[in-house]
Structures are given as C-alpha cells and as structure tokens.
T-cell receptor, first 113, second 118 residues
Framework: AQTVTQSQPEMSVQEAETVTLSCTYD???????LFWYKQPPSRQMILVIR??????QNATENRFSVNFQKAAKSFSLKISDSQLGDTAMYFC??????????FGEGTQLTVNP | DVKVTQSSRYLVKRTGEKVFLECVQD?????MFWYRQDPGLGLRLIYF???????EKGDIPEGYSVSREKKERFSLILESASTNQTSMYLC?????????????????FGAGSRLTVL
C-alpha cells in the first residue's frame, strides 16, 4: 500500500518570502501522479500543482513549484513571494490508478503580514 | 464553472440515526469519491464509484455504504451513526482516464459536510 507523509504539521512564513513544504511517499510503483492540494479556511479543496512520475522536469505553476526526487521518493512544494491568500492547509497526495488519491496528513501554512 | 455540490454543510445527528450525505456534480464526470477528513490524519477514502451502480471500497468503508443510481449523484449512507463518525466528509469527482490522460484524474472537491454525532 502507498503511504504519504508530511512531517511538518504547521509552518509559518512572512509575506513575500519563500517557504518549502515537505512530502515523502512510499510506493513500489513506477507510474504514478503526485499532487499538492490546498484547502483555505472554510473553503473547498483546490488543486495547486501536479507532477507525472515519468517526467524529470519539475512542475511549476506561477509562484508554485515542486522539487520531485523520484529515487528519494520526495515531493516538496515551494511557494515563492508568499501572499496572505496562501494561508491554508496543504495536502500532498499520490495517485497510481483509477483516480484513487492517497493523502498525507496535511501542513497548515500561515502567511504573516 | 464546474461544481460539486454537497447538500448539507453542517449536520447534527443522534447516535443510531440513519444519515444520508448527498453529492451532485454537473461535469459529467465518471468517477466520484467520498473521503473523510480528520485532523492529523488527512483525507481517507471511504468509497468510490467509477460508473452508475458501480462502487468500490476505499480504505475505511466500515460503517458506511454508498449509492449511485445516476451519474451525477453519489450518496454516502451511515446506517447507524456513531460518535466516532463525527468528521468532515468531502465528496469529489473526476473524469475517468488512463493515468496520464490530460484532464483526467484531477479531483474536483465539494465544500464538505461537517457531521457531528451526539
């Protein structure tokens, strides 16, 4: 079975600074997807970024980028130029087939003014 | 704008009651999912469905059942609610596709239903 671990329950960052959220996973599969989802306070979960395991190039979406280390089974999220609206719970997730996602425990990120 | 709508945002029920959580999506998605979210545990998959009348157990199906009679609607049923089922329940949907299909396998979530069982 796949497991996803987020070892940082809470993090904080000053507005405009950069923060990195960690995620590790365990799988014997070679083909899979990795995701970061964001859940703002009292709002629904939305996709931040995703990475196909066969791609060596790290995915980027505006201020969000990932550092995907397949051999190390590590998938960290970097948020540059942090904004107050980035305050949210962030979940790392793994998918191998049929849309089934396995989520990590979540990291609560607070951006301070 | 694509949407997944969960019928109740907050519910309070008594132990032993039968509880229905409804989810409707308007995106013609094949896959639908029910997760529960608990602090420190992340989201855990209860059941999912990849077609009408089809269902598959997730990681924590005990105490739950589901129904999918129409493509757009996926219901979660607690036959006899218990206090340990107090949680946030999230519904999601996605297009079916092979693993790396463009647009497939990205989940769209509902706003969640917070259930309290007393």
């Amino acid at each position: 079975a796949q497991t996803v671990t987020q070892s940082q329950p809470e993090m904080s960052v000053q507005e405009a600074e950069t923060v990195t959220l960690s995620c590790t996973y365990d799988t014997s599969e070679n083909n899979y997807y990795l995701f970061w989802y964001k859940q703002p306070p009292s709002r629904q979960m939305i996709l931040v970024i995703r990475q196909e395991a066969y791609k060596q190039q790290n995915a980027t979406e505006n201020r969000f980028s990932v550092n995907f280390q397949k051999a190390a089974k590590s998938f960290s999220l970097k948020i540059s130029d942090s904004q107050l609206g980035d305050t949210a719970m962030y979940f790392c997730a793994f998918m191998k087939s049929l849309g089934r996602l396995t989520f990590g425990e979540g990291t609560q990120l607070t951006v301070n003014p | 704008d694509v949407k997944v709508t969960q019928s109740s945002r907050y519910l309070v029920k008594r132990t032993g009651e039968k509880v229905f959580l409804e989810c409707v999506q308007d995106m013609d998605h094949e896959n639908m999912f029910w997760y529960r979210q608990d602090p420190g545990l992340g989201l855990r998959l209860i059941y999912f469905s990849y077609d009408v009348k089809m269902k598959e157990k997730g990681d924590i199906p005990e105490g739950y059942s589901v129904s999918r009679e129409k493509k757009e609607r996926f219901s979660l049923i607690l036959e006899s609610a218990s206090t340990n089922q107090t949680s946030m329940y999230l519904c999601a949907s996605s297009l079916w596709g092979r693993l790396y299909s463009s647009g497939a396998n990205v989940l769209t979530f509902g706003a969640g239903s917070r259930l309290t069982v007393l």
